[in-house]
């Protein structure tokens, strides 16, 4: 599953439940409250991580960011703000989550809030992950100065597969979030698949505005089998 991205009105979420998540260089596992499908993949847990990233396959705390896809670890993740990041007590800062809405439309919000930068350059800033259960992924920035640092000049923010051989990458060490606000939404890639029609088993072949029933078979291709199609989308 490929995954596409653009950038929407900001719609910031402020999560309630504190992990209880300080310091630099940590990680905490949370339960994701619906099967989330990442990558092709179901995941009802995940690892979070001080350093701005979500990990469907490993905890992983280190703050060395690289360019994705990248066969190394970490993989299966998503890296919402990918740097050295402190989450000091002292600022308030602090990991929250929280569930919205109910089945099948669920939202499951990961927040850092009020996090630096490890170095001490910058004021603090917010960042979420917001996790639909239909599949989309929101990331959603507040607080942010206009400065290149926390503007993701020595950060990575996007999506990347179980193996790293695919990804969906916003910015690499590039200020790519806007100030004071900005969010961007990746989205399931929309695939076009070939349909066969059937026109001789059609009650009314000819003429269509008689609302004669057309029947097609939906054939898929060979990375997109007919299974993981929904007919209400062709």
């Known amino acids: 599953t490929d995954y596409t ?38 995941y009802d847990r995940a690892w979070v991580s001080t350093n701005g990233l979500l990990s469907f396959l490993e905890p992983w705390q280190w703050s060395g960011n690289s360019f994705i896809p990248n066969s190394g670890p970490p993989n299966g993740a998503i890296y919402a703000f990918w740097d050295d990041l402190t989450v000091n007590a002292y600022v308030n800062a602090s990991v929250r989550t929280q569930e919205l809405g109910t ?44 400065d290149f640092i926390e503007r993701g000049s020595s950060a990575t923010i996007g999506l990347e597969n179980q193996t790293g051989t695919v990804g969906a990458l916003l910015s690499y060490n590039r200020p790519a979030v806007k100030s004071p606000e900005f969010a ?27 609302k004669g029933v057309l029947r097609v078979a939906i054939l898929g291709t060979a990375d997109v089998p007919v299974s993981a199609i929904d007919p209400n989308t062709v």
């Open 5 to 42: 991205c653009k950038e929407v009105t900001p719609s910031y979420i402020e999560a309630s439940n504190d992990l209880g998540l300080t310091g630099d260089d940590a990680f905490s596992e949370v339960t994701i409250p619906f099967r989330f499908t990442f990558y092709g993949v179901a």
């Open 103 to 146: 089945a099948p439309k669920r939202q499951f919000v990961i927040e850092w809030r009020n996090v630096t930068l490890a170095d001490g350059w910058g004021t603090p800033f917010d960042f979420e992950i917001v996790l639909n259960e239909t599949g989309a992924i929101l990331l959603q920035y507040r607080n942010i100065d206009t």
């Open 184 to 210: 961007i939404l990746f989205g399931k890639a929309v695939k076009d698949v070939p349909v066969d029609i059937k026109p001789k088993r059609c009650p009314n072949p000819v003429n269509l505005a008689r």
